[in-house]
Antibody, heavy 121, light 109 residues
């Protein structure tokens, strides 16, 4: 059964770069049938898609975050990563990683358990 | 302000039926399939419905989905207290070139 697990610092200072890694187990990240994505959820609020990546490195990002986001993949370690630069308090959220099929509207399934990242000095 | 509009909350008694609406436009729901997610308190979202009305393996048939033009609806029958959760719709928006979600609906049973 495929499982995803987010990891990274739980506290990031304003203006710095948030870095998270998602480790995939129970399946290969190198499958050509799936994108791998990041979604976030500010405390008490709704879901926001950040971006998605294919094993080949092909990416597409939320235009509202695109200037600050980089998603990369490490097939040798079955991981993909998120970097979000110049963070502010508005970037405080639970960050989830998830898998999706190839059509743009395909759903995310399954999801990791999520990791809370707080932006504060 | 979410691109997809959901009611903030709905409620119904155990055993009853409830529907949750998700309203969009031609650029999102009108031209793409819709998915629905259930988020139990303190947990990650879980896929309930995809391609407007299909249920993943393991999702009971008490959950159903439908779509009409630029709106989608999630239906839940035989409500249980364990169904208390936040429910989100999601799809692709071709004008925004982004995956979009509704603001979420809190179900109270």
């Amino acid at each position: 059964q495929l499982q995803l697990q987010e990891s990274g610092p739980g506290l990031v200072k304003p203006s710095e770069t948030l870095s998270l890694t998602c480790t995939v187990s129970g399946g290969s990240i190198s499958s050509s049938n799936y994108y791998w994505g990041w979604i976030r959820q500010p405390p008490g609020k709704g879901l926001e898609w950040i971006g998605s990546i294919l094993y080949s490195g092909s990416t597409y990002y939320n235009p509202s975050l695109k200037s600050r986001v980089t998603i990369s993949v490490d097939t040798s370690n079955n991981q993909f990563s998120l970097k979000l630069s110049s963070v502010t308090a508005a970037d405080t959220a639970v960050y989830y990683c998830a898998r999706k099929l190839l059509r743009y509207f395909d759903p995310f399934d399954p999801w990791g358990q999520g990791t809370l990242v707080t932006v504060s000095s | 302000q979410s691109v997809l509009t959901q009611p903030p909350s709905v409620s119904a008694a155990p055993g009853q039926k409830v529907t949750i609406s998700c309203s969009g436009s031609r650029s999102n729901i009108g031209n793409n399939y819709v998915s629905w997610y259930q988020q139990l308190p303190g947990t990650a979202p879980k896929l309930l419905i995809y391609d407007n009305s299909k249920r993943p393996s393991g999702i009971p048939d008490r959950f159903s989905g439908s779509k009409s033009v630029t709106s989608a609806t999630l239906g839940i029958t035989g409500l249980q207290t364990g169904d208390e959760a936040d429910y989100y719709c999601g799809t692709w928006d071709g004008s925004l070139s982004a995956v979009v979600f509704g603001g979420g609906t809190k179900l109270t049973v």
